[in-house]
């Protein structure tokens, strides 16, 4: 094992702080992209330049004392399968998951804060919470550019503002987003009407795992699509907004749900958790689907004991490469990660008393 246990061993205790909205909104996330002034952009950089400004980054951010605590892994160091754990922790991007030659990562010792170097920017800084707290992940990622941008020279243009390999990134360089929970919506087939008119909104909708991942679980995260032109405190407000009024339709169609189909909604939650305690073996996508019904019974008091803090840990414990970490060689097989993977929700359920 290369991650450190530091890592590895620890729970992301910010999943588990009380924040606003986690009914709907499990997390928030903002990241910024930078580039180091007079560099080649990393697509189209060669090898001895991506290693240039890999050392020019890590020599600057060794004399930072802010960034010192951070665990700094090189991804050249990093097998597919510990890349794969830090892309389901939300740590990486599935970009960076692929690995590669001068790549590396700086993890801040609470689990909610990361630097990746030669991503698509030389440099991305990304902050995460429990809830709808954009504020505070804003607050978080600010001083951290502050911080980084003390030691290492941003590449920066007056009109256009911060300069970035996606055209979609100049400017700001921010890519806010959240991830909701819309089971709602989803069984009321309202899903598509309420997310097809965001890109009118200058925002668009990602996976579980967020750019180029597919929904899973009625999992959704919604950001900001384009960031010249337009103010961090613009971008932000104009997503929280938008969150609002999902949240605020997502709520109507659970009480409706309810309300209307109360035996069917009743019946597919105990469905829900009747396989998950009692189930031997379960894929990733069925485990997604029925956590995903059981956290829909939870405002409603179906299981008193769980809570949604509690099902946003499990939702990442049940994914491939976490069940690797835990289990070894023995989780290597997609057979045997099935098998673990159906304990591992059986032994969660059992401790939060619900069986």
């Not at 992301?12 to 924040?19: H, I, Q, R, T, V």
């Not at 097998?79 to 754990?85: K, P, Q, V």
């Not at 189930?279 to 949604?308: C, P």
């Amino acid at each position: 094992m290369t991650i450190p246990a530091g890592i590895v061993a620890k729970e992301p205790e910010w999943l588990f702080e009380p924040a606003p909205c986690s009914n709907v909104v499990t997390t928030s996330r903002a990241r910024f992209a930078r580039n180091v002034d007079g560099q080649q952009f990393a697509p189209h950089a060669p090898p001895s330049v991506l290693e240039e400004v890999h050392d020019e980054i890590l020599e600057a951010l060794g004399r930072n004392k802010f960034v010192r605590p951070f665990f700094l892994l090189e991804l050249t160091e990093v097998t597919a399968s510990e890349r794969a754990f830090l892309k389901e922790r939300r740590l990486i991007s599935k970009e960076m998951e692929r690995g590669g030659a001068s790549r590396a990562v700086y993890v801040a010792p609470e689990l909610k804060s990361s630097i990746l170097i030669n991503e698509e920017d030389h440099l991305r800084f990304q902050c995460l919470e429990n809830g709808l707290q954009l504020p505070q992940v804003m607050a978080a990622l600010e001083q951290l550019d502050d911080e980084v941008g003390e030691v290492v020279p941003y590449a920066y243009h007056d009109r256009y503002g911060y300069l970035t390999a996606c055209p979609t990134n100049l400017g700001t360089g921010l890519r806010a987003s959240v991830m909701m929970h819309l089971p709602g919506l989803s069984i009321r087939n309202e899903i598509q009407s309420n997310l097809q008119p965001l890109p009118q909104h200058g925002l668009t909708v990602r996976g579980f795992h967020g750019e180029n991942s597919e929904n899973s679980g009625d999992y959704f995260q919604i950001s900001n699509e384009v960031s010249l032109g337009k103010s961090k405190e613009q971008i932000v407000e104009e997503l929280a907004e938008i969150v609002t009024l999902l949240m605020e339709k997502e709520l109507e169609a659970r009480s409706l749900l309810h309300r209307e189909s109360r035996l069917g909604i009743q019946d597919a939650i105990w469905r829900a958790y009747g396989i998950l305690t009692h189930a031997r073996r379960i894929d990733t996508n069925e485990a997604m689907r029925l956590l995903s019904r059981l956290r829909l019974g939870i405002d409603e008091g179906y299981v008193k004991e769980l809570s949604h803090e509690t099902l946003n840990l499990l939702a990442m414990e049940v994914q491939p490469a976490h069940l690797v970490f835990r289990h070894g060689a023995d989780a290597e097989t997609s057979e045997n990660r099935d098998q673990a993977r159906a304990e591992l929700i059986r032994q969660r359920l059992l401790e939060a008393g619900t069986k």
